[in-house]
DNA sequence: AAGTGGTCTAGACCACTGT
DNA sequence: CAGTGGTCTAGACCACTTT
């Protein structure tokens, strides 16, 4: 009953999709159950089953044990905006990227990380490097990381190697959160970017999961209009 | 062999997660085979197919048919950011939402806008609505919509119904693109939100596709400073 | 040829919902 | 109570990769 280009659990979707495409199923109405889907398409539960999950899993469904499955109201969902790697992202642009590295050590923890980080120490490592994209400033990267949890951070050549590489190496990533807003860029951040006095720019703050706990902080402050790009990138 | 709190495939991915979690299978290496968890675990094979199926799903595996299952690569994956609606967020915070409706009607394209939309026809609809959340304004609307996929569009009360939800029921959304970055306030976007001169704004610009062609481009001016909140926040 | 993932079946038991 | 989704099994056939 296999043997087929499009798998029948596909297509038991398609037949589902179909139906709340055209309307005939709106926002908030049951759909047929599993049970009525095996007798109305001749596959098995299992099958069924599959293409109902994976249909709210990218939430067109959403259901309910015991009492049923209901097409989803989609005017109240996200949608998903990528935060990706600025140094890989310049590369795909075929542009050069560098790493100039500010300084790069120890420092006792900063009151405004604490809310974010609980070392174990009472320091945490640091480094604070400016990305260059084909010579111009393009993001500061304000980094704090837990020596817990990547115990060789002072000894990576920064300019080289990316601070994400080196943690994604050291400790897999468990969960990412973003903060994303916008700022009028405060003094230091200026200078470093060479942005007028005055001049915006974004802020996105990000903390690592690592090995169960936060395990690095860091600050991204993106020069606001040389960043008119599709999407916004950080790590 | 269920009735458990956790089901067993659940059992099956932390078997996996702890593997890769304390560097006994690092990126790029095989991880064991559905056969083999099978014999491992005692369970059957569905139940680790959908063990594995779903951690390649969340980017932690990944799978080449014949060959084998490895752990991922997660150095240069992108992480989703939400781009959520704001009504339904003040909502679910508890507050109260209320949209103000500045302007709504017909304009000629503007220069800037038919970057972005190609209507057939010279006009377009336009709205200008600020979104207040407890009184406070809290974004700017500014939305272009081609009458060809919205011909209700003037009919709408907008400070009842969001443009987004009427979008939704007009033509379903095929692809949205958003554009993310920072500015500093222009005094009419200022004055609207209440922004102090030269105060950061993020500016953020939506352009949905329908049916098979760009329909709507709308640029979001949530206040910076009162944005502090995790994810960004349009539609 | 042996191993791998991809899919599918025809049953089953469970907790829960709704009438 | 019948119906629903949630899970699980022990098989099976297939196309593909690896040795």
């Not at 029948?8 to 047929?32: C, D, F, M, Q």
């Not at 974010?116 to 120490?121: E, S």
């Not at 001049?199 to 020069?223: Q, V, Y």
Request: proline content about 6%; cysteine-free.
């Amino acid at each position: 009953m296999s043997t087929a280009a499009t798998p029948l659990y596909e297509k038991v979707k398609a037949h589902v999709l179909k139906r709340i495409r055209s309307g005939e199923w709106r926002p908030g109405a049951r759909v047929h159950s599993e049970h009525e889907l095996v007798r109305e398409l001749n596959v098995s539960r299992m099958t069924a089953n599959r293409a109902m999950r994976e249909l709210v899993q990218s939430g067109v469904l959403s259901r309910i044990a015991g009492s049923g499955t209901y097409v989803a109201d989609l005017r109240s969902a996200g949608h998903p905006l990528q935060i990706r790697n600025i140094a890989a992202e310049i590369k795909e642009r075929g542009h050069v990227h560098r790493a100039q590295v500010v300084s790069h050590g120890r420092v006792a923890v900063p009151a405004e990380v604490r809310a974010h980080l609980k070392p174990r120490g009472r320091e945490l490592f640091h480094s604070l490097v400016v990305h260059h994209e084909n010579g111009v400033p393009l993001q500061l990267e304000d980094r704090y990381v837990d020596p817990a949890v990547a115990p060789g951070y002072l000894d990576l050549d920064l300019s080289e190697v990316t601070a994400h590489e080196y943690l994604m190496e050291a400790a897999p990533l468990e969960r990412v959160e973003h903060v994303v807003r916008a700022i009028v860029a405060p003094a230091r951040v200026a200078s470093h970017l060479r942005l007028a006095p005055g001049e915006a720019a974004l802020l996105i703050e990000r903390t690592t999961w690592r090995r169960g706990r936060p395990a690095s902080f860091a600050r991204r402050d993106p020069a606001g209009a040389r960043f008119a790009r599709r999407g916004v990138f950080a790590q």
